[in-house]
């Protein structure tokens, strides 16, 4: 071999960009609705609609009402396919447009299903109404046995007397790529390109 490094150089190259595309394929469907309908969400509880009011970006956002009668909540959620031990961030941009106070709240919760269950790893709470939208984040690790990584927004009157509206935009559930091999590899390259510089 001539230019063994270079070769070598050329494999991590390699195994960093498939672990770039693996996180590339954690994103989201329609993550800003600009489809202009709930197209690859879920939704559950009240009233989802996605409409043009007040999007963050583009030209739609999704609307979320709840009210005291039964269920007191409205929500949706998209999965991404996940297995144990990964680091997953989500979040959405979101604005509490009318709220009761007390209990009433937006929550993005990011689960993992396990054994066809949900289990909530993290959430971030929204309680302030505003007239601009601030970006929740979560984060955390899939259990052992998780299938599925989930974000799931949801406007909670948590037992509050009236209703609630909630505006949503901008979704993200990304699989982060293992620190452990970003910091073997990475050095291991630098070193290689160096070499090859003198
Ligand atoms: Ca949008």
């Known amino acids: 071999m001539k230019f063994p490094a270079q070769n070598k150089l050329l494999g991590l190259v390699a195994a960093l960009a498939i672990l770039s595309a693996g996180s590339a394929q954690a994103a989201l469907v329609n993550a800003g609705f600009e489809t202009g309908d709930l ?9 989802i609609t996605v409409v ?3 999007p ?9 009402s709840a009210d005291d009668a039964d269920p007191n909540y409205a929500g949706m959620y998209q999965d991404q396919a ?14 509490l447009v009318s709220s009761p106070g007390g209990n009433a709240m937006i929550r993005l919760k990011l689960e993992f299903i396990v054994g066809g269950s949900p289990v909530q790893i993290d959430d971030a ?5 505003s007239g601009s939208y601030t970006q929740l984040t979560v984060s955390g690790i899939a259990p052992v046995g998780a ?3 989930r974000l ?3 406007v909670e009157l948590n037992g509050e007397l009236g209703s609630m509206q909630g505006f949503f935009d901008d979704a993200a559930l990304t699989l982060i790529p293992e620190p452990a091999a970003i910091t073997m590899l990475a050095p291991a390259a630098l070193m290689l390109i160096r070499r090859r510089r003198v």
């Not at 970006?57 to 979320?64: C, E, Q, S």
């Not at 996940?82 to 604005?95: C, D, F, H, K, V």
């Open 152 to 154: 799931t927004p949801v």
């Open 52 to 54: 043009t009011t007040d």
């Open 39 to 47: 197209t690859s969400w879920n939704s559950f509880g009240d009233s």
């Open 82 to 95: 996940a297995s144990g031990g990964q680091l997953w961030n989500g979040s959405i941009w979101a604005r």
């Open 147 to 149: 299938t599925i990584a």
């Open 125 to 129: 709470l929204l309680t302030t109404v």
């Open 56 to 64: 963050n970006t583009g030209a739609y956002h999704a609307d979320l």
